[in-house]
């Protein structure tokens, strides 16, 4: 069955970066699109930006901030988010891509992220 | 970016009672829209894609319609696990965009 699974949870203070890993399991990793999506609490989802093979697309709400690799060795995606600001708390989901269009038909668990000094 | 308005952002119901919550589009989309279901703390599940096709799985008493603007999703029987917040995201343009939820409580 289709697995997406996150890393844990992370705390980082105002400035700094972090990197959190998508893995994925039962399905063809490189026949389909990774999103990420995060939402802060209480809000409507967020859509970040997305990575198919050496293909990515980035939301301009993160200028320049955002980088998604990805390790098809591994089947995994990797997610960078620098200069990170108290707004930046949130959970962040990645998702994989309907075949043929931009929906997500499957969500990993989701990895918390707390920007605090 | 398109925007998308839902209504109500609230609302309470019985289990058995018919339930509709619709979304506005701020620009024609067709019918490139989708439906996810989110319990707290949780990930959100699709339900429909395409305004109106249901996803694998998802019980029959979920019903999407609409396109070009007007969107609707609609619960013929609330059942005690729908209760839950509920968002559509259109996936017209990039960049992908949410409505607001509409949070489904119990009367």
């Known amino acids: 069955q289709v697995q997406l699974v996150q890393s844990g949870a992370e705390v980082r203070e105002p400035g700094a970066s972090v990197t959190l890993s998508c893995k994925a399991s039962g399905y063809t990793f490189t026949a389909y699109t990774i999103q990420w999506v995060r939402q802060a609490p209480g809000q409507r989802p967020e859509w970040m930006g997305w990575?198919?093979?050496?293909?990515?697309q980035y939301s301009q709400n993160f200028q320049g901030r955002l980088t998604i690799t990805g390790d098809t060795s591994a089947d995994t995606v990797y997610m960078e988010l620098s200069s990170l600001r108290s707004e930046d708390t949130a959970v962040y989901y990645c998702?994989?891509?309907?075949?043929?269009?931009?929906?997500?038909?499957?969500w990993g668990q989701g990895t918390f992220i707390t920007v605090s000094s | 970016a398109i925007q998308l308005t839902q209504s109500p952002s609230s609302l309470s119901a019985s289990v058995g009672d018919r339930v509709t919550i619709t979304c506005r589009a701020s620009q024609g989309i067709r019918s490139t829209l989708a439906w996810y279901q989110q319990k707290t703390g949780k990930a959100p599940q699709l339900l429909i894609y395409?305004?109106?096709t249901l996803e694998g799985g998802v019980p029959s008493r979920f019903s999407g319609s609409g396109s070009g603007t007007d969107f609707a999703l609609t619960i013929s029987s609330l059942q005690p696990e729908d209760f839950a917040t509920y968002y559509c995201q259109q996936f017209n343009s990039y960049p992908l965009t949410f409505g607001g939820g509409t949070k489904v409580e119990i009367k």
């Open positions: 998702a994989r891509e309907d075949s043929t269009r931009a929906f997500f038909d499957y």
């Open positions: 395409d305004a109106s």
């Open positions: 990575i198919k093979g050496r293909y990515t």
